[in-house]
């Protein structure tokens, strides 16, 4: 099936030139901002970067999406710079695809098509890895043309009477790989809906044992992961590139009201993502959508963090998980400490109500996770309790699910003062002293 998959661009190619055409004079900054980024896309890919050209274009063209002289003019400084490889951070179509590697010569992939092979990177699971397929997949099918395009210029065989020739081999061979296509991406759907069936069993098995949940979300490069370490010291990926987590992640830390939260890490946003991607890893990001809380990370030191927090309240709308109680972490602030007027204008645009902190240096983490127990006060109760010690077996479950403050025995009584889940203080009311 590789035929039809999406081309291995990182044992291909070395040499970038990145392009990013805007079409608005006002969009300028905004442009150049997301060329930058996806400058760190493709180095997240192993890709060098020999140059770049955020470019406006006062007319959309059909064929090369800018007009043909200023694609000529690009080829040439691609050229010039030995690039083996252009870049756009624009949506290509299929035919402006092709059009622009006929012109040039050169491999031609746009923004999609590089985070398609980041999450090919990444994934690690099964679901992930069926995410990653279905979404390859469905970009690769209207670019089988483009696949097959050598043996259309070897030309068809002759054909005989007045029918005309006969379809070229590549024209027959794209038939038959759009079958195999369509047939293989029917498949991967099964296949997920059967994981996400078996996942939601597993969930619902957590909901039953009342453990509490929160994603981890935010943009990409934001450290949810060095956070997630820090945490619960977990040995989870920790990369300064983008993308560095796919796959959910969920580890336990033990709060100081007795409970134990479940911390899942989630695949990170960014601007721009397209739409069929969004739903390909829905289920990924469905962590976010059945958690208690979110807990929203953002780069305090990032020029772009206001842009990058509404990136990810977007998103979280479309997943249907923006009325979710959120708590707002601005991390790396050990970068921007120096700097009064910047810590002022997080505050001012957050209300006061986020928490700064460093994962890398564990400041102020103790605040985060007193946050964490304010999310969950309704969760457990103070309780002080006079339980016979005929019933050790409250004694242990208390040990076990709550948390004790203190313990003291009076005749046949175990005196308990203790933090108790409400999924287990039903167990000792009567007991309650």
């Known amino acids: 099936m590789a035929m039809f998959d999406v081309k291995e661009k990182p044992q291909m190619v070395e040499r970038a030139f990145l392009i990013g055409a805007y079409f608005d004079r006002n969009d300028g900054d905004r442009a150049a901002s997301l060329l930058k980024e996806l400058g760190e896309l493709v180095d997240t890919l192993q890709i060098g970067i020999v ?12 064929r090369y999406l800018t007009g043909t002289g200023k694609c000529t003019e690009l080829i040439e400084k691609a050229h010039e710079l030995e690039a083996d490889c252009i870049v756009f951070d624009n949506e290509l179509s299929p035919m402006q695809q092709r059009a622009w590697e006929e012109e040039s010569g050169i491999t031609v992939i746009d923004r999609e098509e590089v985070i398609l092979d980041i999450f090919k990177m990444r994934a690690q699971t099964k679901e992930a890895r069926l995410q990653v397929d279905l979404a390859r997949m469905q970009y690769s099918l209207p670019r089988l043309t483009r696949m097959w395009s050598h043996l259309d210029r070897q030309g068809g065989g002759g054909g005989g009477g007045g029918k005309g020739a006969a379809r ?13 296509a369509r047939k293989r991406i029917d498949r991967i759907r099964a296949d997920l809906e059967d994981v996400r069936k078996n996942r939601q069993t597993q969930r619902k098995q957590r909901a039953d044992d009342g453990v509490p949940h929160a994603a981890i979300v935010g943009y990409t490069n934001a450290g949810k992961s060095s956070l997630l370490n820090q945490l619960a010291g977990a040995t989870v990926l920790a990369e300064d590139k ?3 987590t796919l796959d959910p992640t969920t580890r336990a830390i033990d709060l100081d009201n007795g409970q134990v939260l479940l911390l899942t890490d989630t695949v ?29 990370v953002l ?12 990136t990810t309240l977007k998103v979280l709308g479309e997943l249907g998980a923006d009325d979710k109680p959120t708590i707002i972490v601005l991390n790396k ?3 921007i400490e ?8 997080l505050n001012a645009y957050f209300e006061g109500k986020a928490i700064f902190i460093s994962a890398t240096s564990d400041k102020n983490l103790d605040a985060l996770l007193n946050a964490f127990c304010d999310q969950l006060v309704d969760r457990v109760a103070r309780m002080e309790l006079r339980i016979p010690q005929s019933r050790q077996d409250l004694v242990a479950l208390l040990h076990r699910e709550a948390n004790i403050l203190e313990q003291d025995y009076e005749g046949n009584d175990v005196l308990l003062t203790a933090i108790v889940p409400h999924v287990i203080a039903h167990k000792v009311e009567e007991f309650r002293s």
Do not use: W
């Not at 070229?168 to 195999?180: P, T």
């Not at 780069?299 to 509404?310: G, I, K, L, N, R």
């Open 51 to 62: 140059g770049q050209d955020c470019c406006f274009i006062r007319n959309r063209n059909t």
């Open 168 to 180: 070229g081999e590549g024209e027959q061979q794209i038939e038959v790989d759009r079958r195999l």
């Open 242 to 244: 983008l993308f560095a």
């Open 268 to 296: 990170g946003f960014v601007r721009n993502l397209p739409h069929r991607l969004v739903e390909a890893f829905k289920a990924t990001l469905e962590e976010a959508v059945l958690s208690d809380f979110l807990v929203h």
């Open 299 to 310: 780069d305090a030191s990032a020029e772009e963090v206001f842009s990058f927090y509404e």
């Open 333 to 335: 602030v050990d970068l």
């Open 338 to 345: 120096d700097d009064p007027e910047r810590m002022q204008e």
